[in-house]
């Protein structure tokens, strides 16, 4: 879920150039890039998105393991 929030925040790509040869679409989801961005701003974009997917990955990951270490302890007391 938290991926799927970062996706929008990531810069946009160029549609791949093999779906335009053979008519079919993506395998990935884009978005289409603006044409209308300075030179400079992409480049700030991009490691803002790298470091929001970092972040968000981590606090996914965060998340899983305190759910973990729930079930674990409801686990031990239940078992107890």
């Known amino acids: 879920m938290i991926q799927t929030f970062l996706m929008f925040l990531a ?4 549609p791949a150039e093999c779906a335009h040869n053979l008519g079919q679409m993506p395998s990935m989801a884009t978005r289409v890039r603006r044409t209308s961005q300075t030179p400079g701003k992409p480049a700030l974009q991009s490691r803002i998105a790298h470091w929001l997917a970092v972040v968000g990955n981590a606090a996914g990951f965060v998340v899983f ?10 686990a031990e007391l239940l078992l107890s």
């Open 65 to 74: 393991l305190t759910g973990l270490l729930l079930v674990l302890r409801l």
């Open 11 to 14: 810069p946009a790509h160029e």
